[in-house]
Structures are given as C-alpha cells and as structure tokens.
C-alpha cells in the first residue's frame, strides 16, 4: 500500500528556521517525483516545487523559489521542505504528493502538517 | 493568482448533475496539457478524482467524469449525493512559468 506519511504540526516564531517532512513506503521510490503544495488558510491549493529522489533534481514554483528549499534523503525515504527564516505568511498546511511522471497527476498525499507563524 | 480559474461555487439538489468548468489558456490547456481533477473535504487532503482529462482511478465512482475542449475543462457530477459537498480542484501544466504546474482556483460544491 502506497503511503505518504508527513510530520506533525509546527509552530514557530518569525525569523525560526523550520524543516518538514514526508516518509514514503509502498513503492520504489525512486521511480516518482514528489511535490510540495502549500494551502494557506481558507485559500485554495498551489504548486511550490518537485523533486526526484534519484537525482535530487529540483524544480520550484516561481512564486516560491528562494524562500523554501526542497530536499530528499533517498536512502530513508523521505522528501524535506525546509525555510531558513520563517515569516507569518508561512501560516498554511504543506502536502507532499507522488507524481505520476506519465500523466501528471499526484495520485498519493501526505496527511498534511499544518505551519503557525505567530510572534 | 491561478492561471486556471473555476467558478466560486455551484449548488444542486440530491440527485441533480452539476458541473464545474476550469478555463485556462494557449500556454496551459489549450497547449495540450491534461487536465486532473481534486475532491477536497475540508480539513482532509486532496483525493485524485480524475487523472489525464477523463481517467477515473479505482476506487472513483463512475458518477464523476471528466473532459477537456479547446483552452477548457470541466468535471460531472451527476447523481449528487450529500457526500460530494467539497472543494474541487483542477491541475494542468503551464508552459510560459518555470516547471510549473498549476492549480484551478477552486469550486465549493454545495448539495442542497
């Protein structure tokens, strides 16, 4: 069984640093991209970036490349999503999901982990 | 903002069909690009609903369908039933940003 398993709920204070995770068991990991999509509270869902664990090869969304760094350690399995600075308008859940690199879709999703950013 | 814009909200009785549209432009859909299609309940993740314009993955009622014309998609829902009250999403591919993929802006499907 595909699963996706994320970290659990962070709160931090502007200007923290923060890394979250996904796990990914139930298939060859290697073999599909994963993305990141952020969804800010109330709001609808958008695209941050992909990465391939084989190569590491990464990809970001304009609007996110240079504030969020996407890393994957493919010896364990698991995709990273990691600021340096946080800042409020990071308040917002992150799903990673397993791309479909035929089609496109992302068939499989983490359980999200929601971020709070609040001095 | 979403390249791919959707309509706010649409609403139905049990049993009625209702729609939902995804209208992009030459650099997304009307390039090519498929389209899929999201089930969100809110406070869940998204679910796949339809994948490459018209797949439904197993497990997906047959109630739900897809198409894509021209710079446009849309999603069915007929027989609606209390359980489709959600948040739907459409994804395509944008060609004039980065690698991007993209999603529609959102419809909130009411079942009256």
């Known amino acids: 069984e595909v699963q996706l398993v994320q970290s659990g709920a962070e709160v931090r204070k502007p200007g923290e640093s923060l890394k979250i995770s996904c796990k990914a068991s139930?298939?060859?990991?290697?073999?599909?991209?994963i993305v990141w999509v952020r969804q800010m509270p109330g709001k609808g869902l958008e695209w941050m970036g992909i990465?391939?664990?084989?190569?590491?090869?990464?990809r970001y969304s304009p609007s996110f490349q240079g504030h969020v760094t996407i890393g994957v350690d493919k010896s364990i399995n698991t995709a990273y999503l990691q600021w340096s600075s946080v800042k409020a308008s990071d308040t917002a859940t992150y799903y990673c999901?397993?791309?479909?690199?035929?089609?496109?879709?992302?068939?499989?999703w983490g359980q999200g982990t929601p971020v709070s950013v609040s001095s | 903002q979403s390249v791919l814009t959707q309509p706010p909200s649409v609403s139905g009785a049990p049993g009625q069909r209702v729609s939902i549209s995804c209208t992009g432009s030459?650099?997304?859909?009307?390039?090519?690009?498929?389209v899929h299609w999201y089930q969100q309940v809110p406070g869940t993740a998204p679910k796949l609903l339809i994948s490459?314009?018209?797949n439904r993955p197993s497990g997906v009622p047959d109630r739900f369908s897809g198409s894509r014309s021209g710079a446009s998609a849309s999603l069915a829902i007929t027989g609606l039933l209390a359980e489709d009250e959600a948040d739907y999403y459409c994804?395509?591919?944008?060609?004039?940003?980065?690698?991007?993929?993209?999603f529609g802006t959102g419809t909130k499907v009411t079942v009256l």
């Open positions: 990465i391939h664990p084989a190569d590491s090869d990464t």
């Open positions: 139930g298939y060859r990991y290697s073999n599909y991209w």
């Open positions: 030459s650099s997304n859909i009307g390039a090519g690009y498929d």
């Open positions: 994804l395509s591919y944008d060609n004039s940003l980065s690698s991007s993929r993209v």
């Open positions: 490459g314009n018209t």
């Open positions: 999901a397993r791309h479909l690199t035929l089609s496109g879709a992302f068939d499989y």
